[in-house]
T-cell receptor, first 116, second 111 residues
Framework: DTGVSQNPRHKITKRGQNVTFRCDPI?????LYWYRQTLGQGPEFLTY????????KSRLLSDRFSAERPKGSFSTLEIQRTEQGDSAMYLC??????????????FGSGTQLSVL | QKEVEQDPGPLSVPEGAIVSLNCTYS??????FMWYRQYSRKGPELLMY????GNKEDGRFTAQVDKSSKYISLFIRDSQPSDSATYLC???????????FGTGTSLTVIP
């Protein structure tokens, strides 16, 4: 399978605990995005990387959230001191961004987080 | 006002019907328009991609863009039960990084 891979698929945690999600993008893609999606809503942008550089973070992103893409390949998203409002589907997407080429996002299946 | 507006539905149609899904947007600078299909508990899957006004057809799916009215549509002909999913519209300003999504329309095709 050469698509975007996310692990774990589901995560149940208690309020106050830290959680970490992993995303493996399509191998030749240079951009990687994290989105959050709640029921009945479209994906909400969190942050994105171009290679290993984190170029933008949403203003809505709490400082409890941190993301890394250390070698420009896989990425991790960590949420510290989880709150019930963090319960959502966390989606990773990757794309090949080249000048003159229309960028298309390819999503993984997501990690469903439930904070009890 | 949201950048992208989409009727959440739900929409329920009999098998074989023609389905019309729509989005409106407020920013006339949007240039690239996409439709994603999302099955329950799965990530969105890119269905259609277009960057100009007019129609683009792919099998049973037709994407239509009217930039003068800031309105895009997705038509599904001969709808099948396997088309039952949530359909998200998305758009970008250029080849940059900002993708704006609608809230999605839930579609059920009844056999």
């Amino acid at each position: 399978d050469t698509g975007v891979s996310q692990n774990p698929r589901h995560k149940i945690t208690k309020r106050g605990q830290n959680v970490t999600f992993r995303c493996d993008p399509i191998s030749e893609h240079n951009r990687l995005y994290w989105y959050r999606q709640t029921l009945g809503q479209g994906p909400e942008f969190l942050t994105y990387f171009q290679n290993e550089a984190q170029l933008e973070k949403s203003r809505l992103l709490s400082d409890r959230f941190s993301a890394e893409r250390p070698k420009g390949s896989f990425s991790t998203l960590e949420i510290q001191r989880t709150e019930q409002g963090d319960s959502a589907m966390y989606l990773c997407a990757s794309s090949l961004a080249l000048q003159g080429v229309n960028e298309k996002l390819f999503f993984g299946s997501g990690t469903q987080l439930s904070v009890l | 006002q949201k950048e992208v507006e989409q009727d959440p539905g739900p929409l329920s149609v009999p098998e074989g019907a023609i389905v019309s899904l729509n989005c409106t947007y407020s920013n006339s600078a949007f240039q690239y328009f996409m439709w994603y299909r999302q099955y329950s508990r799965k990530g969105p899957e890119l269905l259609m991609y277009t960057y100009s006004s007019g129609n683009k057809e792919d099998g049973r799916f037709t994407a239509q863009v009217d930039k003068s009215s800031k309105y895009i549509s997705l038509f599904i002909r001969d709808s099948q039960p396997s088309d039952s999913a949530t359909y998200l519209c998305a758009m970008t300003l250029n080849t940059g990084n900002q993708f704006y999504f609608g809230t999605g329309t839930s579609l059920t095709v009844i056999p």
